[in-house]
């Protein structure tokens, strides 16, 4: 009887740990939002053709994100432009958006993040979600590139449903990416917990303005 009264205990602790690890692996989210921006560097040689292709977006619906911009043949390198796109729930884990981007000569994963994508991700990024050898990436595949975004967190404001993933870049700070989105500095630290915003690289999200 003890023993029947043991392996009962160990089967009621069993199914206790079962589902206690349902609850540890729950969806990190649920669902995304229909628009998020990335803020996208303007690095000589690229142009609104190019940055169209690669984002699936047509140039008047880029224009239409950046009324700072009059025209396709406007844009100068060394600033940024808005490019809009759906922010999804992906594997249930995160928020980002994949992007298919057809190879080309001389490619490499830490290439295109750095230069197509205008380090909106990172090589390592990229190889994690494709099959090829880094060392060998064919010409003219497809490959997936991910792009993580934000949809606001309710925790720290409601006003605000629309966000920019926003690379750092070197000389960049708290100050001048709080100046330059119009954002609060205390809010955009809220937005991005132990984010920092002097190191040069990396993502934060911004709020930005429809």
């Known amino acids: 009887m003890a023993s029947k009264r043991k392996r009962l205990i160990l089967l009621l602790s069993s199914c206790l740990v079962l589902v206690l690890l349902c ?3 729950e969806a990190k989210c649920r669902s995304g939002c229909d628009l998020a921006l990335a803020s996208y560097y ?8 190019y940055i169209s292709s690669i984002f699936n977006q047509t140039i008047p619906e880029i224009l239409r994100q950046n009324p700072h911009v009059p025209n396709q043949d406007s844009i100068h390198s060394g600033t940024r ?3 809009p796109f759906s922010c999804e729930c992906l594997t249930g ?6 992007f298919e981007y057809l190879t080309q000569g001389g490619d490499t994963y830490e290439k295109i993040a750095r230069i197509a994508f205008a380090n909106l991700t ?5 190889q994690v979600v494709n099959i090829y050898d880094p060392t060998r990436l064919p010409n003219s595949v497809f490959i997936n590139v991910t792009v993580n975004c934000s949809c606001g967190d309710s ?13 750092l870049r070197p000389g960049e700070n708290l100050s001048s990416v709080a100046n330059a989105s119009g954002a609060p500095a205390e ?3 809220r937005f991005n917990p132990g ?12 709020p930005a303005k429809g």
């Open 122 to 126: 990172n090589g390592n990024w990229i």
């Open 81 to 83: 432009i808005n490019i």
């Open 187 to 189: 809010l955009l630290q």
């Open 155 to 167: 925790r720290v404001s409601e006003d605000y449903g629309l966000f920019e993933t926003y690379p």
């Open 93 to 98: 884990d995160f928020l980002g958006h994949n």
């Open 23 to 25: 609850f540890s692996v």
């Open 42 to 49: 303007i690095w000589e040689g690229s142009n609104l053709t």
């Open 195 to 206: 984010s920092n915003f002097s190191a040069g690289s990396g993502i934060v999200f911004v």
